[in-house]
């Protein structure tokens, strides 16, 4: 069992910066990839970044490629989403996740742990 809780989220001005935190607890962490996603209003969910056990690989959205980097310490149970440049169509709900596998997965079908998510609001 893994629980997540996102944390670092608020208002932002546009081309500004946040970084979001996601704390996982279990002694396991290290064997899991973890993403981020986000969930704007009236929208439906969609992926932003996702990161392998080791950190080895990372994949990205073509929306916030370039923009948005994902990171770990897996000596603190904690991923990262650094976010620059951020728009007004950035705001979202923005959730962790976690799944036991080996590859950055950007599929949120196939996680199977999820944080309650952290607010991030972009003003123009």
């Known amino acids: 069992q893994v629980q997540l809780v996102e944390s670092g989220g608020g208002l932002v001005q546009a081309g500004g910066s946040l970084r979001l935190s996601c704390a996982a607890s279990?002694?396991?962490?290290?064997?899991?990839?973890m993403g981020w996603f986000r969930q704007a209003p009236g929208k439906e969910r969609e992926s932003v970044a996702a990161?392998?056990?080791?950190?080895?690989?990372?994949d990205y959205s073509d929306s916030v490629k370039g923009r948005f980097a994902i990171s770990r310490d897996n000596a603190k149970n904690t991923v990262y989403l650094q976010m620059n440049t951020l728009k007004p169509e950035d705001t979202a709900v923005y959730y962790c996740?976690?799944?036991?596998?080996?590859?950055?997965?950007?599929?949120?079908?196939?996680?199977?742990?999820w944080g309650q998510g952290t607010q991030v609001t972009v003003s123009s």
């Open positions: 990161i392998n056990w080791n950190s080895g690989s990372t």
């Open positions: 279990g002694r396991t962490f290290s064997s899991y990839t």
């Open positions: 996740a976690a799944v036991y596998g080996s590859r950055p997965y950007l599929n949120q079908q196939v996680y199977n742990y």
